[in-house]
């Protein structure tokens, strides 16, 4: 016995059909009531307008064919992703580029940053303004070499990044708890991009006590840095929206991160300034 929860959902296709069926017969009927110059108007709508109809909905099937169904069509499969797999050309028939891959050292400097007299840590970032967001220090790194062999080579990256010397503070990887791989959209490239993370610590052997790094903010060659913690980073829309799987795998190995020493402390800063003096 038919229910009316058996009744399939009316979709667009349904929509279109009944509209297009419709208005025909109804310019049909009208046709043979007419005259003159109204009477070829209207033949010439009865052939044009179903041919219009057909071309533009064979354009949205070749083009955005997903629209023409409900969510209730698509069953078990997620809507978002195969939306996502049509429009970015993932699927093998329509795939024409290769998937490219970037290798990206990421460097987390922890400080303990004093805000109306409450410490806490936070990660040393930089205001990009390519990306329009708050970003992690970073730069490439080989994936051929071992990464104890890029070392000083990263330590001189990361030197001219932040202005310090590269034998003020001291490079240790994180190690491959830390690692993180994931595909996401490069806004750059214009496709999906397979990215492979590395972390690093960093820690300081020297620092000036009237360093730029003892402010919440600051600049260093009208490059912006501002100390973050993860859930300022993720309370940037932008930064959320490009970067949310290196903030949520910081976010998953929070407890790790936390228990890392600082990259500098008030001790380091005070033997710096009794040397200084």
């Not at 936070?122 to 990009?128: C, D, G, P, V």
Request: aromatic letters at 16%.
């Amino acid at each position: 016995m038919s229910t009316f929860e058996d009744k399939r959902p009316i979709t667009p296709l349904w929509i279109i059909s009944l509209f297009v069926s419709f208005t025909e017969v109804v310019i049909g009927y009208s046709i043979p009531k007419t005259s003159g110059i109204v009477q070829y108007i209207f033949v010439f709508f009865v052939v044009i307008f179903p041919t219009a109809v057909a071309v533009a909905f064979f354009i949205i099937l070749w083009k955005r064919n997903y629209l023409f169904y409900p969510p209730s069509e698509y069953g078990e499969t997620d809507v978002m992703q195969f939306v996502k797999a049509m429009n970015n050309g993932m699927l093998l028939e329509n795939q024409t580029k290769p998937q490219s891959e970037s290798y990206i050292a990421l460097f987390l400097i922890k400080g303990e940053v004093e805000i109306d007299d409450y410490k806490t840590n936070k990660i040393l970032t930089y205001f990009s303004k390519h990306w329009e967001s708050f970003l992690i220090i970073n730069c490439r790194y080989d994936p051929v070499r071992v990464i104890n062999e890029q070392l000083n080579e990263l330590k001189i990256k990361i030197a001219d990044e932040i202005g310090f010397n590269e034998n003020d503070f001291e490079l240790k990887y994180a190690g491959k708890d830390f690692d993180l791989s994931n595909i996401k959209y490069s806004y750059g490239e214009k496709r999906d991009v397979n990215y492979f993370y590395k972390f690093f610590f960093v820690s300081f052997i020297s620092i000036n006590s009237n360093s730029r790094l003892l402010s919440l903010e600051f600049k260093i060659n009208e490059q912006l840095f501002r100390w973050m913690t993860i859930s300022e980073m993720k309370g940037h829309d932008i930064t959320l929206q490009r970067n949310s799987d290196v903030l949520r795998a910081l976010q998953v190995r929070f407890d790790k991160l936390i228990k890392i020493p600082l990259s500098f402390d008030e001790k380091l800063c005070n033997r710096q300034t009794e040397t200084n003096s």
